[in-house]
């Protein structure tokens, strides 16, 4: 039973435009979510968190909004660029237990 | 600083074989991690360790498989009578301290093929 899902396996986005990648869980115990990037033959790379008691968080081009009823995430990056062309992961974590459980993945593509 | 590194960068060994996969954590780090990776899928929990002892093993799929960190920085992730369900990039990520809320750093990987 996948416990965090990305539903998208790759998304097409235009140089500037917004990206919007999508997360949902199944597990009420999760109180922490991380969204990491990666790039081919390097590993995750921590991107931004959001903690349960907050519904957004921002740091520069990125933002997570947490929506705890639908139990769902969204990562938006604004604008934008041919750098962010990356897999992105969420993860997941219950305030009890030190694991992350990971979402498979969305392989964002930014296009010129 | 340097970050975290793992060796061998690829392994490929024969069905039944014994494979050892070495994490070099950054310096300070006390939590060390083990993730197994499949084509496809996000990484998946294999065990971590606090210090020298390992703090939750769970996520180790069967008996094959055992990890050990002596002196409480490298770490090593021994799999023993390989078999080719085993073949993924195996990672190791560290954190300052062991709480889910400290950032993992996470290595390379290992890209581990059996034949």
Not at chain 2, 30 to 49: C, D, H, K, N, V
Not at chain 2, 79 to 103: F, H, N
Request: glycine content about 8%; proline content about 5%.
């Amino acid at each position: 039973d996948q416990q965090v899902k990305q539903n998208s396996p790759s998304l097409s986005v235009q140089e500037g435009r917004i990206s919007i990648l999508n997360c949902d869980y199944t597990n009420s115990m999760f109180d922490y979510f991380l969204w990491y990037k990666k790039y081919p033959a390097e590993g995750p790379t921590f991107l931004i968190s959001i903690s349960s008691i907050k519904d957004k968080n921002e740091d520069g081009r990125f933002t997570v909004f947490l929506n705890k009823s639908a139990k769902h995430l969204s990562l938006h990056i604004v604008p934008s660029q041919p750098g962010d062309s990356a897999v992105y992961f969420c993860a997941a974590s219950a305030y009890s237990n030190y694991q992350l459980i990971w979402g498979a993945g969305t392989k964002l593509i930014i296009k010129p | 600083g340097a970050g975290v590194s793992q060796t061998p960068s690829n392994k490929v060994t024969e069905k039944g074989k014994y494979v050892e996969l070495r994490c070099d954590p950054i310096s300070g780090h006390t939590a060390l991690y083990w993730y197994r990776q499949s084509l496809g899928q996000g990484p998946e929990f294999l065990i971590y360790f606090q210090g020298t002892g390992a703090a939750d093993d769970s996520g180790l799929p069967n008996d094959r498989f055992f990890a050990v960190r002596p002196e409480g920085s490298v770490s090593t992730l021994k799999i023993q009578r390989t078999e080719r369900g085993d073949s993924a990039v195996y990672l190791c990520a560290s954190s300052l301290t062991l709480t889910a809320r400290d950032t993992q750093y996470f290595g390379p990987g290992t890209r581990l093929t059996v034949l």
